[in-house]
């Protein structure tokens, strides 16, 4: 398939290899972002730089060039990677990565939960810092786009900023969260949850969370000193691809995100009377698993019925004893549900579990419900939402405000700093898969954006700072940190 063919089509497997380089600049060049050979050339580019007080231009090939060698690290046959948390893939990933921040000029270091954090000075080194970043490991046959546009985007950010002499007033740290992928570990630990209610839970590497922080360099029994208290951190920017098919199906270049969903999940088990399957008769049968298929599709009626964004899944059902000659004694399936607003979550819980009853009656089963899991939802700041969408006006691109649907580390760090996230679009919405691919030139506008946003935030979190200062009066954090500043 030709470049351009591969720029423009969403079909089949060509998404899942990496970019080459001749089609990531045809594709700026065609965005109008970059000039033929990958400079920054465009009169209309610099023009938009210069209204957005004279924001540096990010090298949009250079950045690709990060992103096409970091998915060499773990890549599989299909074209995505298996690049699980703690495993080698995710090791030689994290050296290379540690190896470009030190190439960027950055202090890398890493703290005791394995976050890999390099730090860039600022003119006023008692500012507390802006942060920004996102992980590098993968799902079993994840994508090359999931997490590592947001890390390589801020490396990114750092040359950029080097490269154009640009000094911030606050320091800046580039964070890599460790294992988001098995439930936000890094970020979890960097907000200061109890590591008891995770260190000894398995991971797709095949060794416990406690096993692999130290195997990344981390500190188990010392987790306490990653934490970083609410206000510690001035402002947080994470750029990170959409993972749904809203942009992409709508045109829209940049998803402002206005808030990160709760989920909450459920161990359902289903109890009815194991009994052979050709002497029971019809109507005296206590079959589990007819009554888990019934409360599967009273999942799905009672959310559809429901106007909002919300979502309700049974992700998984097994039968117990499992023979085809016998009626299910026991099913078991799993329940979890998201949204912005976890009283719905709750409310919509309380119908189906009312409709569980009912179905138990109906059946001869019972049902049990074990909460097993429970993030809560994060909002943006709505100052950093705001600054991003100015910024990206200013800089020409089209946007479009949403929640996010997957769980983040902003959604961690939001408990502490405020928030802002930077969404560019997946085409045809498809994430953790070897197909999870976004253009380049949407790429690149979600880079030259998250630049603008940290210079933007650089600028005005100090102005806020001083404000609340002479009112005696602290910055909110959104999402439940408490006092900022």
């Known amino acids: 398939m030709d470049d351009r063919r591969r720029e423009t089509t969403n079909a089949g497997h060509e998404h899942a290899q990496p970019v080459t380089r001749r089609a990531f600049l045809h594709g700026l060049a065609a965005a109008g972002l970059v000039g033929p050979f990958g400079a920054s050339t465009d009169r209309a580019a610099g023009q938009r730089a210069r209204q957005a007080g004279q924001t540096p231009s990010i090298d949009a090939s250079r950045l690709n060039r990060l992103l096409t060698e970091l998915s060499a690290f773990g890549r599989n046959a299909d074209g995505g990677i298996d690049r699980v948390a703690y495993s080698q893939a995710d090791l030689d990933a994290r050296a290379w990565v540690m190896q470009r921040m030190r190439e960027a000029a950055l202090d890398v270091r890493i703290d005791a939960a394995g976050n890999i954090i390099g730090r860039r000075a600022g003119t006023q080194p008692a500012l507390p810092p802006i942060m920004m970043g996102s992980h590098i490991d993968s799902v079993p046959g994840g994508g090359n786009y999931d997490g590592q546009v947001g890390s390589m985007a801020a490396i990114e950010?750092?040359?950029t900023l080097n490269g154009a002499r640009t000094q911030t007033r606050h320091p800046l740290e580039f964070v890599i969260f460790q294992n988001e992928e098995n439930g936000k570990v890094g970020s979890r630990a960097m907000r200061g949850e109890d590591p008891a209610m995770y260190l000894d839970l398995g991971t797709h590497a095949g060794i416990t969370i406690r096993e692999g922080i130290q195997r990344i360099g981390g500190d188990p029994a010392r987790l306490e000193t990653a934490r970083r208290a609410p206000g510690s951190i001035a402002a947080f920017l994470e750029?990170?691809?959409e993972q749904g098919a809203v942009l992409d199906a709508r045109g829209i270049q940049i998803g402002i995100v206005e808030g990160i969903v709760g989920i909450k999940r459920w161990a359902v088990t289903v109890q009815g009377f194991a009994n052979h399957a050709g002497t029971t008769p019809m109507d005296r049968r206590q079959d589990a698993v007819l009554a888990a298929a019934r409360f599967t599709d009273a999942v799905n009626r009672i959310a559809v019925a429901e106007p909002g964004r919300h979502v309700a899944t049974v992700g998984t059902i097994s039968a117990e004893p499992g023979a085809p000659n016998v009626i299910a004694g026991v099913a078991r399936l799993t329940l979890e549900m998201r949204d912005l607003d976890l009283d719905r979550v709750d409310r919509l819980f309380a119908s189906m579990r009312a409709e569980s009853?009912?179905?138990?009656?109906?059946?001869?089963?019972?049902f049990s419900f074990d909460e097993i899991y429970r993030t809560l939802p994060a909002r943006a700041d709505e100052r950093m939402q705001a600054r991003i969408e100015e910024e990206a006006t200013r800089l020409g691109f089209t946007t479009l405000r949403l929640p996010s649907g997957a769980g983040h580390d902003a959604q961690e760090i939001a408990r502490l700093a405020p928030m802002g996230m930077i969404f560019v679009p997946s085409v045809d919405g498809i994430s953790h898969s070897s197909r999870e691919y976004s253009r380049p030139g949407d790429i690149a506008r979600g880079a030259q954006l998250l630049v603008a946003s940290v210079l933007r935030a650089d600028r005005?979190?100090?102005?806020?700072?001083l404000r609340g200062r002479d009112q005696g009066?602290?910055?909110?954090v959104e999402g439940g940190g408490g006092r900022g500043w």
């Open 473 to 476: 009066e602290g910055i909110r």
């Open 157 to 159: 950010v750092a040359l």
């Open 239 to 241: 750029l990170h691809v």
């Open 460 to 465: 005005e979190r100090e102005r806020e700072r």
């Open 357 to 366: 009853e009912r179905i138990g009656t109906a059946t001869g089963t019972t």
